[in-house]
């Protein structure tokens, strides 16, 4: 049964927290001893999604915590990135065509490394390009496939099973039909998977 | 110095996460030896404040977030609750008066009890009435101080202070200009309070 004993880590790669999500992610596999299950959507399908503005306490507050969010992990981060990246749709389908090939999650994580680390617009010509240089993929090649029914298809199907779930934000990690939303809520999945509760930093 | 080796718990009793952190913030505070100061803000005069509809998805997890979560903390819940509450400035307010007065938290506890144990809307005014009843304060009495200048001049100050520090949202912790949002970043907070920084749960 595909997703027995996995946890589903929907996720958008323009979302910025998601970058966190991206970059511990192994680590967390590694030390929890459970395993999740990559899955692209497309978050703009799923209802409203104003960016922060500029200059807004939110989108202040958002870069501060994602800075301390990130030393607290050991992830190098170079804020403010360039926000909102307007072409997140490409990147997620060249993930979710990876992620068929076995090369999805080091496209993702190279493509927020750029983004993140070097300040090159996820889903920009450039970062795009690199990225798939970087990890020894044929950008012509990838564009193609990626333009393929197959893969369209598979983007509205996923979305849709991300609509059914209800999920609306990225990261979100399912454990079966439970949502835990934020990557400062990964934890909480695992503690879900492993206890079916919540446990506390106190227990 | 008012504030110093205190954290600012900046809130507004109509948000529903904050239900979680006023029922838990005197355990926190034994635990960790850190003091909370309780400053009820104008949040609606804080930009868009938009509930989120009935029946969204958002929504509904905020429901089962909230539930899953008071289970892991050991408090009492009967969710969905009446939402969004239509009065919520009166409760800040006399919550202000209270706070002034030493009887602000159990006001604010009780409201907060009635509303998500029982059912009966903040700011309503059985609410209000049966809240300030319990916990002995007269209420003819407790609306005339609302409706007096010091308080509703404090009410603006107030806001103006959260405004100037950054505060978007309810609750948010602040450890001098340093702030944390949400019922779930309460133990970071304490935790840069103590440290100066994150420390992981792996810590």
Known sequence: VPGENMIDFWFTAGSTYTYLSVMRIDSVESAAGVKFRWRPFDRRALGRNTPYPVGSSKIDYMWLDLKRRAAMYGIPINIPVPYPPKNTALVNQI????????????????????????????????????????????????LNLVQGEHIQRLWVSETEQARGLGVFGSPTFAVDAELFWGDDHLEDAVSWHKHGRLVSAQD
């Open 95 to 142: 993930a979710l065509a990876g992620l068929e090939e076995g090369w999805g999650k080091d496209f993702v994580i190279a493509a927020y490394r750029r983004w993140f680390q070097f300040g090159e617009e996820t889903g920009g010509d450039e970062n795009v390009a690199t990225s798939l240089r970087e990890i020894g993929q044929d950008a012509q090649r990838v």
